[in-house]
């Protein structure tokens, strides 16, 4: 059956502890760490200490970790900056390790380029994907490809490609209709295209279209998320529905990231009675 999570992508400033544990008083089952540079979790500052107490909170307050955010820009031409994607997602493996021995959570990551870079970066792409998958085949855990609006990897039928070309062992997706919608493509032609090999999910709204789109917080917008869950659990999705509130709802005067977490748990939550899960 599918549950609700949320992803602390919209708290940035706001710790570990008190994240976990307003996402359980507020209904959610299941929490997204994100381990990005301008994140109070960021990789580079997590300490022995902070792993063995949020593994110790997590059981405390029941709560499931279905995946880590550990966007890296692959397709970067800056070495450096390549580098320190590299090292954020191999952390970020060992790191889903430590926190959840037994079921580790999926490694989420888009990879970067632009729009126009697809057909001439592709290949590069799928080499520069080789070595996160290998680190995480021997690791024991997934890595979730996110195509994202704007960036080289953005169509559901550009994803199915690098799965077809890269084997699904370990290999799978973080499924954000959100990104897809943006760019007027079909619901249902993303959730046959895609849901079968989805490990984890983003849930957030949309208005207008690319280039000059806004996301927004679920309950900001008119969009069925109800049949979104249908079709997914048609598809034979079983996993997390997690809240994302976009780092353009978080640039918004006043944003106030606990209010956005209340709003975008009331819409999904209807929206899970409403899709009869």
């Known amino acids: 059956m599918q549950q609700l999570g949320v992803s602390n992508w919209g708290m940035p400033q706001i710790g570990f502890e008190p994240f976990a544990r307003f996402a359980h008083e507020l209904g959610f089952a299941g929490i997204e760490l994100t381990v990005l540079g301008n994140w109070s979790t960021r990789m580079e500052d997590i300490t022995p200490v902070d792993v063995r107490t ?25 070495e450096e900056t390549l580098q320190s994607g590299y090292r954020r997602l ?10 959840v021995p037994g079921r580790p959570p999926a ?3 888009t990879i970067g380029g632009s729009v126009g870079d697809w057909e001439g970066k592709r290949q590069q792409a799928l080499d520069r994907l080789g070595p996160v998958l290998e680190a995480a085949r021997s690791a024991g855990v997934d890595i979730a490809l996110e195509p994202h609006v704007g960036s080289a ?16 062992e370990n290999l799978g997706v973080n499924f954000d209709y959100s990104h897809f919608l943006a760019q ?25 279209r690319w280039p000059d789109h806004e996301f927004l917080v679920p ?9 979104e869950l249908r079709l997914m659990q048609a598809a034979g999705y079983r996993g997390f529905q997690t809240l994302e509130v976009s780092v353009m709802v978080q640039r918004r005067s006043g944003y106030d990231p606990f209010e956005s977490a209340r709003l975008g748990h009331t819409t999904l939550a209807r929206a899970i009675i409403e899709a009869g899960l």
């Open 54 to 78: 949020w593994r110790e909170l997590i059981t405390e307050l029941g709560l499931e970790l279905p995946a880590i955010a550990s966007h890296s820009p692959l397709l970067e031409v800056d």
């Open 184 to 208: 007027d493509i079909d619901l249902q032609e993303s959730v046959d295209l895609l849901a079968g090999d989805t490990l984890h999910t983003h849930l957030k709204g949309v208005r207008g």
């Open 90 to 99: 191999l952390g970020a493996i060992e790191l889903a390790r430590e926190l």
């Open 219 to 227: 309950g900001e917008d008119e969009y069925d998320y109800a049949e």
């Open 107 to 109: 490694i989420n990551t």
């Open 153 to 168: 990897l953005h169509t559901p039928q550009q994803t199915a490609w690098v799965l077809e070309q890269l084997g699904r």
